[in-house]
């Protein structure tokens, strides 16, 4: 399962506010866009899901749990780094298990695991490659297959794609939208580019400032757009 529940969930730094409270509901198998411009809060509010930063007030709940004060490691999620993640002197197979073996998973459920996460990711020919001799797609594939692997309750995205070219950028946002639908597991995707967001969410989340100015379909927001901010924003992909 992977229902996440953000209630006035806020964060500063230091004297610096960066989310005001806020509250969002992201539904079990939903692919959530976080999209707005540089510096308006995306990374932030990521992160603070991930448990990689301390909330400033509010509570995060998963499946019902509360989780606000949860490690990452034990928040049963699992955030996709770009591809310069991998480690360049081990094997695709060894990058992949890597965070079985830190979890202590049994090597028959780690073989067993990885041979599904190379089927679905198209790898299962690269395993005994290292990350150098692999293309850019397919690294960036390593790194999501080192998130299958952990059978999280939902994937969480920063930006993965931003340092591929803009023709394997289409391919990859093409293959994450059918991993999503193969996985059925909910993903939260943080971007800048209005195009992404606009192919690839079931639900679009436009933050601005920190504040949430709107959430909905990529065609409500479309359509109905609640004000200038939101209408401009999505109107005019770069
Ligand atoms: P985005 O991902 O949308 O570009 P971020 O979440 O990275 O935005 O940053 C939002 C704001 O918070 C920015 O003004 C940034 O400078 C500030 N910020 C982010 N992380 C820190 C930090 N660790 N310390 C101080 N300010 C930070
Ligand atoms: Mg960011």
């Excluded at 809060?41 to 709940?61: F, H, N, W, Y």
């Excluded at 490690?71 to 310069?84: C, D, E, H, N």
């Excluded at 041979?115 to 020919?125: E, G, I, M, P, T």
């Amino acid at each position: 399962m992977g229902r996440i529940t953000l209630d006035k969930v806020a964060k500063s730094f230091g004297e610096v506010n960066v989310i005001p409270p806020l509250d969002l509901t992201i539904e079990d198998g939903e692919f959530v866009v976080f999209v707005g411009p540089s510096g308006c809060g995306k990374s932030t509010l990521l992160r603070l899901i991930a448990g990689l930063e301390d909330v400033s007030g509010g509570q995060i709940r998963i499946d019902s749990k509360d989780a606000t004060h949860t490690p990452p490691a034990k928040r049963g999620l699992a955030m996709v780094f770009q591809s310069y993640a991998l480690y360049p002197h081990m094997s695709v197979r060894k990058n992949i298990a890597f965070p079985m073996k830190m979890a202590g998973v049994d090597q028959a459920e780690q073989d067993r695991r990885i041979d599904y996460a190379a089927k679905v990711l198209n790898l299962s020919d690269y395993l005994d490659r290292r990350p150098g001799q692999l293309s850019g797609g397919q690294r960036q594939r390593v790194a999501i297959g080192r998130a299958i692997v952990r059978e999280p309750a939902a994937f969480l995205f920063d930006e993965p794609l931003s340092n591929l070219d803009a023709a394997l950028r289409v391919n990859m946002r093409l293959e994450i939208s059918e991993l999503h639908n193969n996985l059925k597991t909910t993903m939260i995707y943080v971007t800048h580019d209005q195009v992404e967001a606009m192919t690839m969410a079931d639900k679009i989340v436009v933050l601005h400032a920190g504040v949430i100015e709107q959430v909905g379909s990529p065609l409500e927001l479309y359509q109905s757009p609640r004000n200038l901010f939101v209408a401009g924003f999505i109107g005019s992909p770069k």
